[in-house]
């Protein structure tokens, strides 16, 4: 597609319950980042991949999250048993990866997920 | 790690010019982005600065020190839709560390 594409768009979700997110990147982007974005905080790392590899898991919070990118293209973001705390925008961004303006990323419009 | 320090709010008048000032401290430093982000909407991109000096895009420049880690985002004849946060964000290898954002509202 033109841009990078994240489905749902908002997630409404009881506390404990598992959650997917997705992720489909710009087309020839190696590159694939997570980020979550909490009211009036910055963006938040969470998880870097190279391909399908991820050599960068050092932002996910919990071992309740984890992530998966297959056939160097769409990625998913599993939550699993939710908590309130986890109530946030979680964005999207891919790049062609490399060197210069090969490191510009470019996001997604988020998923929304709320806990209750 | 990363530190990135930018104002929380700017207000500022329709045709005026505000400049949004950014410091970092950064362990590695590859460049400097600037990003606007529109209320519920994507981050778009709109600057990459990796070496000293002003970069000028039409009505948004963006200047960095490295020696200083400082940058900051000029915008002029400022416009209503020009409204947003605006994100700065520094890249460390593949890693961006990202500001909590300025949120520039325009008056008439």
């Known amino acids: 597609g033109a841009g990078v594409s994240q489905s749902p768009s908002n997630k409404v979700t009881e506390k404990g319950k598992d959650v997917e997110l997705r992720c489909d990147p710009i087309?020839?982007?190696?590159?694939l980042y997570w980020y979550r974005q909490s009211l009036g905080q910055g963006l938040e790392f969470l998880i870097y991949f190279q391909g399908n590899s991820a050599p960068d898991k050092s932002g996910l919070p919990s071992d309740r999250f984890s992530a998966e990118r297959t056939g160097g293209s769409v990625s998913t973001l599993t939550i699993q048993r939710t908590q309130q705390e986890d109530s946030a925008v979680y964005l999207c961004a891919s790049s062609l990866g490399g060197g210069g303006t090969k490191n510009i990323q470019y996001f997604g419009a988020g998923t929304r997920l709320s806990v209750l | 790690g990363q530190n990135i320090d930018q104002p929380t709010e700017m207000t500022a008048t329709e045709g005026a010019i505000v400049q949004i000032n950014c410091t970092y401290q950064t362990s590695g430093f590859n460049g400097l982005f600037w990003y606007q982000q529109h209320a519920g909407e994507a981050p778009t991109f709109l600057s990459y600065n990796v070496l000293d000096g002003l970069e000028e895009k039409g009505r948004f420049s963006s200047f960095l020190s490295r020696s200083k880690g400082y940058s900051y985002l000029l915008l002029k004849e400022l416009q209503m839709k020009d409204s947003a946060s605006y994100l700065c964000?520094?890249?460390?290898?593949?890693?961006?560390?990202f500001g909590a954002g300025t949120t520039v509202t325009v008056r008439a």
């Open positions: 087309s020839g982007h190696t590159a």
């Open positions: 964000a520094a890249l460390n290898d593949y890693k961006l560390s």
